[in-house]
């Protein structure tokens, strides 16, 4: 069974520094994937970044990198520069496997991140 | 634009009483999810479809059921028999068997039940 864990309380950073988002899972599967979402209070799960675990590279998108550790089985994600408007809950997934019939997701319980003025 | 869309926003359930979810989506996706999320939780998977008139369930199926008729749409009853439906549902999609390397699922904006 595949299982993700967040246990970061909820994180503060002031605007414009670095902040870091722990993620660990735990599959015996050899494939899979692993996404980061963002919900804001508005509700909607907005999609920032996907890890394949295959990929040699850290996967980057804009403000928001992948800190993949395979060995450790950790896929934290950094967000650089933070804005006020990256205050949001954000979810670690991880899907079986990497390809598009495998693409069901498991989520953590998610970390609550704030960011101050 | 392409997206997906759930209605309605705010949805209140007697006791006793089924109630269905829309779920809409225009980006051509072979696959559709529906997820519940309790408050300060992760979602849990309720029910997901890879093709039009094929579904199987999640994690959290029982008290639940869909049907996929269309590619387009995949409808979730909450039935009288979920004795605890109160929750925030959200519906995704993605491109599924179509698809290859990283398959994001693309999510609508939700639905909130409350039971009256």
């Known amino acids: 069974a595949q299982k993700i864990t967040q246990t970061q309380p909820g994180m503060f950073v002031q605007e414009k520094e670095a902040v870091t988002l722990d993620c660990t899972y735990d599959?015996?599967?050899?494939?899979?994937?692993l996404f980061w979402y963002k919900q804001p209070s508005s509700g909607e799960m907005i999609f920032l970044i996907y890890q394949g675990s295959y990929d040699q590279q850290n996967a980057t998108e804009g403000r928001y990198s992948l800190n993949f550790q395979k060995a450790r089985k950790s896929a934290n994600l950094v967000i650089s520069a933070s804005q006020l408007g990256d205050s949001a809950m954000y979810f670690c997934a991880m899907s079986r496997g990497i390809f598009g019939a495998n693409s069901k997701l498991t989520f953590g319980k998610g970390i609550t991140l704030s960011v101050r003025p | 634009d392409g997206g997906i869309t759930q209605s309605p926003k705010y949805l209140f359930r007697k006791e006793g009483q089924n109630v269905t979810l829309s779920c809409e989506q225009n980006l051509n996706h072979d696959a559709m999810y529906w997820y519940r999320q309790d408050p300060g939780q992760g979602l849990r998977l309720i029910y997901y479809?890879?093709?039009?008139?094929?579904?199987q369930k999640g994690d959290i199926a029982e008290g639940y059921s869909v049907s996929r008729e269309k590619k387009e749409s995949f409808p979730l009853t909450v039935t009288s028999a979920q004795k605890n439906p109160t929750a925030f549902y959200l519906c995704?999609?993605?491109?599924?068997?179509?698809?290859?390397?990283?398959?994001?699922?693309?999510f609508g904006d939700g639905t909130r039940l409350s039971i009256l």
């Open positions: 599959t015996s599967d050899p494939s899979y994937g």
């Open positions: 479809s890879q093709i039009v008139n094929d579904f």
């Open positions: 995704a999609s993605s491109l599924g068997r179509s698809g290859t390397g990283s398959q994001p699922q693309h």
